[in-house]
């Protein structure tokens, strides 16, 4: 999504096509979201390790309801964007969302310029999330990337299959 938004404000030849992708796939995700922040609060997250301090603990916490707030507000703020500037929230032809804001040029404007500065943040804290869990991956070998990923299921799968033998 975040390469899409680039590219609609870099080409105006792809923008018509890729804002037509962009709208229903914001949509998407706000919805997916919506059902993981239900998971998260059903399913307790993995324990980090007890070697990792307290503080960096509740800093990862918090950066992951930070990113849960991004990862809403995003999709919120394009919509009222859309709904303030006049524009259908179309998903596809003949489907169209109702608008969450009357139309008002000032309220796009500032919508506009939220929804720019929030996706760029997004960015750099997706990065920066993706350097820190390599860190703990390849540095510091505490096996908190390998709880994020599926080698984790791997090998429990293969030790309980080396265990049975």
Do not use: C
Request: hydrophobic share 50%; proline share 7%.
């Amino acid at each position: 999504m975040l390469f899409i938004g680039v590219g609609m404000m870099t080409s105006l030849t792809w923008r018509p096509r890729l804002l037509s992708l962009h709208i229903p796939l914001g949509i998407a995700i706000l919805l997916l979201v919506i059902v993981r922040l239900v998971n998260r609060f059903m399913n307790p997250v993995p324990q980090l390790p007890d070697s990792m301090p307290t503080w960096q603990k509740h800093m990862a916490d918090a950066l992951h309801w930070v990113f849960y707030g991004m990862m809403v507000a995003l999709p919120l703020t394009g919509w009222a964007q859309l709904s303030a500037g006049g524009f259908p929230v179309r998903l596809y032809p003949g489907l169209h969302l109702p608008a969450i804001l009357e139309q008002n040029p000032v309220s796009y404007a500032w919508l506009h310029d939220a929804h720019r500065v929030m996706a760029w943040l997004l960015f750099f804290m997706v990065v920066g999330h993706l350097s820190i869990a390599l860190i703990h991956g390849f540095i510091y070998r505490d096996h908190i990337l390998q709880s994020m990923t599926w080698y984790r299921k791997q090998n429990v799968e293969s030790e309980e299959i080396h265990s049975d033998q």
